[in-house]
């Protein structure tokens, strides 16, 4: 800068210099990059045949039970049955101490004995007027007191022994020899329980059982009867019962807390497979769905009302959240009853980031690996491990 120019020109030469040099670096500053699209994994939709079924959680129950009680009060002398084993209708199970009630039966017949000689003697005596008609009805009257005392000894002494008033598996004994026992007692000595048939109590909601009511009407359930469908069974470790059994919708309670419905079916169970108190799963054949579409669970999300959403992403690469009604679950996924069609692409990767009409790249999706539970997989599943999408 030259030195012979003033204070204030080399003052206004700098601040040109600068306001150039700025002016300079905002032409030189590159328009920013528009943001990329998200990368989402998605999968894509086709109709199948699948058969419907519908699976109901229940318990077995025993087709009877009987609790065995004493009937008068003594001590055990003999238990006559081994535990767990299978007894018959008047098996004798307990020997009760008789002597005290063979005493009582002995007295009553000698008592009966002495009433019918006075009864008889008088009948002879009130034929020659010896007796008065009073004193002859008296002896009469004593003489039906006496037979029953006799019965009534001869049933007590009957009840010493004591027998299952059922056929079936007895479990184990609530008393030994030398442990007295008393009529009526709240206790039962052993419980004798018929396991074949067997009965199995499952639960639905009134809303479901009036659906198969329908279905069962229509011919969609198989029926075995008159208001009554074929079930199978799956047993706690998942696998199948060997036997069909029938399920009773005309046998319903509903549980007044919950609104449930516990319907009641019937299983042979010839080996003593099933056991009472057993948790197991009652499997209904709905019919055949020729069209049914399946979508993962990851690709249905709900909005604060609970309805039930897809993401679907367009032949341009746009999203769209689309409505979509379901039915039930098969395996991990949802039957569809609206909503969706064949060839629909759905997003189960990656949906927090998706915005309605945004752009996207799709990829196959990571974290879907459709199971059936019928032992068939889909062929759109990636063999990748499922992780959670984000």
């Known amino acids: 800068m030259d030195s012979n120019l003033s204070p204030r020109r080399r003052l206004l030469l700098a601040a040109c210099s600068l306001g150039a040099l700025l002016l300079l670096n905002a032409c030189e500053q590159k328009t920013p990059d528009a943001p990329k699209a998200p990368e989402v994994g998605t999968i894509t939709l086709h109709s199948r045949e699948i058969t419907i079924t519908?699976?109901?959680?229940g318990r077995t129950e025993a087709w009877r039970v009987a609790e065995v009680r004493p009937q008068v009060n003594g001590i055990i002398q003999k238990r006559l049955f081994t535990e767990g084993t299978d007894v018959k209708e008047g098996q004798q199970l307990y020997q009760i101490d008789e002597a005290p009630y063979k005493a009582a039966y002995d007295k009553a017949q000698?008592?009966?004995?002495?009433?019918?000689?006075?009864?008889?003697?008088?009948?002879?005596?009130?034929?020659?007027?010896?007796?008065?008609?009073?004193?002859?009805?008296d002896a009469m009257s004593a003489y039906q007191q006496a037979q029953a005392d006799v019965e009534s000894?001869?049933?007590n002494l009957a009840y010493t022994k004591v027998y299952s008033p059922i056929s079936g598996r007895i479990g184990r004994s609530a008393v030994t020899e030398g442990a007295l026992v008393t009529n009526a007692q709240p206790q039962p000595m052993a419980i004798v329980q018929q396991l074949d048939p067997i009965y199995v109590d499952v639960t639905q909601s009134s809303l479901e059982m009036s659906r198969m009511r329908r279905e069962l009407a229509s011919g969609q359930l198989q029926s075995a009867g008159e208001d009554a469908a074929s079930v199978s069974l799956i047993m706690e470790d998942?696998?199948?019962?060997e036997q069909t059994g029938t399920l009773k919708f005309s046998e319903v309670s509903v549980d007044e807390t919950t609104g449930m419905v516990t319907l009641r079916a019937v299983f042979p169970n010839k080996d003593r497979h099933l056991l009472p108190g057993m948790f197991v799963h009652a499997r209904l054949n709905e019919g055949v769905n020729e069209a049914a579409i399946l979508a993962p669970q990851q690709a249905i999300v709900?909005?604060?009302?609970?309805?039930?959403?897809?993401w679907v992403v367009g032949?341009?690469?746009?999203?769209?959240?689309?409505p979509v009604k379901v039915d039930h679950t098969i395996g991990n996924?949802?039957?569809i009853r609206s909503g969706l069609n064949d060839g629909d692409k759905v997003v189960t990767e990656g949906i927090q980031r998706l915005q309605p009409g945004g752009t996207v790249v799709p990829v196959p999706a990571t974290n879907v690996n459709i199971d059936l539970s019928?032992?068939?997989?889909?062929?759109?599943?990636?063999?990748?491990?499922?992780?959670?999408g984000g």
Not at 54 to 57: I, K, Q, T
Not at 238 to 241: I, R
Not at 315 to 322: F, G, I, Q, Y
């Open 54 to 57: 519908s699976e109901l959680p």
């Open 110 to 137: 000698a008592a009966l004995v002495t009433a019918q000689h006075l009864a008889e003697r008088d009948q002879k005596l009130i034929l020659d007027n010896a007796i008065s008609k009073q004193q002859l009805d």
């Open 153 to 155: 000894a001869r049933i």
């Open 238 to 241: 998942g696998s199948t019962y």
């Open 302 to 310: 709900r909005d604060t009302t609970g309805a039930a959403q897809a």
């Open 315 to 322: 032949a341009d690469n746009k999203v769209t959240l689309r």
């Open 333 to 335: 996924t949802w039957l």
């Open 374 to 388: 019928d032992g068939t997989q889909s062929a759109d599943a990636a063999p990748a491990p499922a992780k959670q």
